[in-house]
């Protein structure tokens, strides 16, 4: 057992918390080994996988060897229960098999086709609406002109009062008549 830790080694794909709760089973396996502290701190850092050795040494400021064994343990601790709770989307997808993978990767192609869609469909929004105010502008500056053409007061309207003939004529509307002022050359005809 005292063999097993001192020449601890962590195994192909298995993760930074699993390799340090395997140490540990060791160690409560065997409690009687007489290795210090440091010993098992620096067997299970001997023993990790280069990529594990850098993250540590970043951990820690880039020189592990030059802290304390309580500094180190703790560390890997804490390095342990956030690989724990960090779990990556890798080891994730390795419990999932190869036919989840494709599904997970096919969902995740889906997510990123939605969110360009979104996209899209935000920049069309923005286009229609500054279309619909540069229309809406341009009725209302067209709709806002008087005609070139003046029309005639035909029935000798008092001046500023408008009077559209054709609207006249189309709803059959006559205007009441003005005091002092000859009738309309119908009516005469009616009083006769």
């Excluded at 993760?15 to 089973?25: G, Q, T, Y």
């Excluded at 409560?28 to 996988?49: D, M, N």
């Excluded at 035909?154 to 006559?174: E, L």
Aim: net charge neutral.
């Amino acid at each position: 057992m005292r063999r097993a830790i001192t020449g601890f080694s962590q195994h192909s794909g298995e993760l930074m918390h699993e390799s340090w709760e395997r140490l540990k089973e060791l160690l409560r396996k065997c409690p009687h080994h007489g290795l210090s502290r440091w010993q098992i701190v620096k067997a299970f850092y001997e023993g990790l996988t280069e990529s594990n050795r850098q993250m540590v040494d970043a951990s820690c400021g880039g020189a592990f060897m030059t802290k304390s064994e309580d500094e180190t343990y703790n560390l890997f601790d804490t390095l342990s229960e956030n690989s724990i709770n960090h779990a990556s989307l890798h080891s994730y997808e390795r419990a999932l098999g190869p036919v989840k993978k494709t599904r997970l990767y096919e969902l995740r192609r889906r997510g990123e086709s939605n969110s360009r869609v979104e996209d899209l469909l935000d920049t069309l929004d923005q286009r229609l609406e500054q279309k619909l105010e540069q229309k809406f502008d341009q009725l209302m500056r067209e709709s806002g002109q008087l005609p070139s053409q003046a029309i005639a007061n035909p029935r000798n309207n008092p001046p500023g009062f408008y009077q559209n003939q054709q609207n006249d004529q189309v709803q059959g509307y006559r205007p009441p008549p003005r005091p002092n002022a000859p009738p309309p050359p119908n009516s005469q005809q009616a009083f006769v």
